[in-house]
């Protein structure tokens, strides 16, 4: 079974609009929520990346959102730009072991 | 700066046929992984190192075999490969456990026909 779940699979944003994508988790040993973002043909990058302690880390345009009782989390990329499009994944981690959800294909139109 | 460099980038194996991917990293991690990415299943753990000398299993082992006789160094080996293994193969690391950001290769892709 999927230990990170998240949504939409897909989604289209106009330039300079929020795109916000959702994980939710299972495993409340885990203890490090990271996002990476992959382009084709090249592997994850880590995007940014919050701890349970606090529950909002923002990094330039990118926020993530982090409800620990309702095990959510989100990503919210403001002022969205074409070269944002790519491929994000949560992730969800404890030790060795991290669990990925399945992706979110981001596209951003001109 | 070359950080996690994977080869071959692709390759081709008929059913049957082995092969070993080569994962290299030069920032002296600890931990190193190998996943398979397969669409709408996200990255999933095959084996997974916590030093030289160590391997274990992760989500979906089976079929592979992996050796980590180099700090630097984590192959992953398919004896006799199937069309099920065809997929993106991703090798990472990261300085210690998995609760820091993974360095990812840039992947190989494998086709078994």
């Known amino acids: 079974q999927q230990q990170v779940k998240q949504s939409p699979q897909s989604l289209i944003v106009q330039k300079g609009g929020i795109s916000i994508i959702n994980c939710a988790y299972e495993?409340?040993?885990?203890?490090?929520f990271p996002w990476y973002q992959q382009f084709p043909g090249k592997g994850p990058a880590l995007l940014i990346a919050?701890?349970?302690?606090?529950s909002e880390k923002k990094e330039g345009r990118f926020t993530i959102s982090f409800n620990k009782s309702a095990k959510q989390f989100s990503l919210h990329i403001m002022d969205s730009q074409p070269g944002d499009s790519a491929t994000y994944f949560c992730?969800?981690?404890?030790?060795?072991?991290?669990?990925f959800g399945a992706g979110t294909r981001l596209t951003v139109k001109p | 700066n070359a950080g996690v460099t994977q080869t071959p980038k692709f390759r081709v194996l008929k059913t049957g046929q082995s092969m070993t991917l080569l994962c290299a990293q030069d920032m002296n991690h600890e931990y190193m992984y190998w996943y398979r990415q397969d669409p709408g299943m996200g990255l999933r753990l095959i084996h997974y190192s916590v030093g030289e000398g160590t391997t274990a299993k992760g989500e979906v082992p089976d079929g592979y075999n992996v050796s980590r006789l180099k700090k630097q160094n984590f192959l992953l080996g398919l004896e006799s490969a199937a069309p099920s293994q065809t997929s993106v193969y991703f090798c990472?690391?990261?300085?210690?456990?998995?609760?820091?950001?993974?360095?990812f290769g840039s992947g190989t892709r494998l086709t078994v026909v």
């Open positions: 919050i701890r349970p302690d606090v």
């Open positions: 992730a969800a981690s404890f030790s060795y072991d991290m669990r």
């Open positions: 990472a690391s990261s300085p210690t456990g998995g609760s820091y950001g993974y360095t």
């Open positions: 495993n409340t040993a885990f203890d490090y």
